[in-house]
Nanobody, 127 residues
Framework: QVQLVESGGGLVQAGGSLRLSCAAS????????MGWFRQAPGKERESVAA????????YYTDSAKGRFTISRDNAKNTVYLQMDSLKPEDTAVYYC????????????????????WGQGTQVTVSS
């Protein structure tokens, strides 16, 4: 079992930045592909960014490219999502997730591919 706890959400003005953190306990994340998802009211959960457990491969949804950066610190058992140039349409609950995969370069982009989820953290961007 892996427990994931997100933090770093909050209220920010458009154009501002936030850094989300996802801390894991009970197991090391070093062999898990990681992802960040978000879900706005009335919408489906969507992938925002993902990283292979090797760290060599990343994925970003089109709306996140150039603004968001996913990273991981295996020594701290933590994954981050740096979000810059935030827009009101980025408002959502953000979730981190972990996927156990043998392929060190696999990036998982669909919710069904993930084995563990955090409880989510609210990000609100005001205009």
């Amino acid at each position: 079992q892996v427990q994931l706890v997100e933090s770093g959400g909050g209220l920010v003005q458009a154009g501002g930045s936030l850094r989300l953190s996802c801390a894991a306990s009970r197991r090391t994340l070093s062999r898990f592909a990681m992802g960040w998802f978000r879900q706005a009211p009335g919408k489906e959960r969507e992938s925002v960014a993902a990283m292979s457990w090797s760290g060599s491969r990343t994925y970003y949804t089109d709306s996140a490219k150039g603004r968001f950066t996913i990273s991981r610190d295996n020594a701290k058992n933590t994954v981050y999502l740096q979000m810059d140039s935030l827009k009101p349409e980025d408002t959502a609950v953000y979730y981190c997730a972990a996927a156990s995969r043998r392929d060190s370069d696999y990036t998982a982009t669909r919710p069904v591919e993930y084995d563990y989820w955090g409880q989510g953290t609210q990000v609100t961007v005001s205009s």
